[in-house]
T-cell receptor
Framework: AQSVAQPEDQVNVAEGNPLTVKCTYS??????LFWYVQYPNRGLQFLLK??????LVKGSYGFEAEFNKSQTSFHLKKPSALVSDSALYFC??????????FGQGTTLQVKP | DGGITQSPKYLFRKEGQNVTLSCEQN?????MYWYRQDPGQGLRLIYY???????QKGDIAEGYSVSREKKESFPLTVTSAQKNPTAFYLC??????????????FGPGTRLTVL
């Protein structure tokens, strides 16, 4: 079965430190990869996506993600975390059908 | 949340009642989606539609129904057959122009609570 895993329910980081939110997937072929962010009681906001090409993708709000085909991973990163980055982050994978398979989400807590 | 509206924001339902959640988009997107979000489970696909007058079941369609009579509208009905409908419901849309790599845009969600 196709699946997406976000192994950490919560990530805690101090403001100004780098952050990483992990995502691995089990989807056949060459899927498209996405990261979304959700603030409390709101819809999801698109951050970035990987389609093809450079393994390092840059997105909104200073976030970037690194695609690793051999490890089937797509980790979200940011060099310097802000308190305002605290939110719920979802990794999603599309097996090129237009449909998305979501991970269970990781809560990012950035402390001042 | 741009271009996609969902109403109402909060909805309370008595057991045995059907309720309909509204989703409207002005992005001229062809494809629309309904997801259910439960704590710790991510988003699960209920129904999706790639074109007007056509829709397909997602992973958890039982107890739900949809229609797609207009391009901009994709209402979801939660029927009394849905055993555990209390959840946060999210609608999304996507342009199909250019292929399957286009991201989905999400509405602000409707929180449904069964009393």
């Amino acid at each position: 079965a196709q699946s997406v895993a976000q192994p950490e329910d919560q990530v805690n980081v101090a403001e100004g430190n780098p952050l990483t939110v992990k995502c691995t997937y089990s989807v056949s072929g060459n899927p498209y990869l996405f990261w979304y962010v959700q603030y409390p009681n709101r819809g999801l906001q698109f951050l970035l996506k990987y389609i093809t090409g450079d393994n390092l993708v840059k997105g909104s709000y200073g976030f970037e993600a690194e695609f690793n085909k051999s490890q089937t991973s797509f980790h979200l990163k940011k060099p310097s975390a802000l308190v305002s980055d605290s939110a719920l982050y979802f990794c999603a994978v599309s097996p090129r059908t237009g449909k998305l398979i979501f991970g269970q989400g990781t809560t990012l807590q950035v402390k001042p | 949340d741009g271009g996609i509206t969902q109403s109402p924001k909060y909805l309370f339902r008595k057991e045995g009642q059907n309720v309909t959640l509204s989703c409207e988009q002005n992005l001229n997107h062809d494809a629309m989606y309904w997801y259910r979000q439960d704590p710790g489970q991510g988003l699960r696909l209920i129904y999706y539609s790639q074109i007007v007058n056509d829709f397909q079941k997602g992973d958890i369609a039982e107890g739900y129904s949809v229609s797609r009579e207009k391009k901009e509208s994709f209402p979801l009905t939660v029927t009394s057959a849905q055993k555990n409908p209390t959840a946060f419901y999210l609608c999304a849309s996507r342009t199909v122009t250019g292929g399957a790599n286009n991201e989905q845009f999400f509405g602000p969600g409707t929180r449904l609570t069964v009393l």
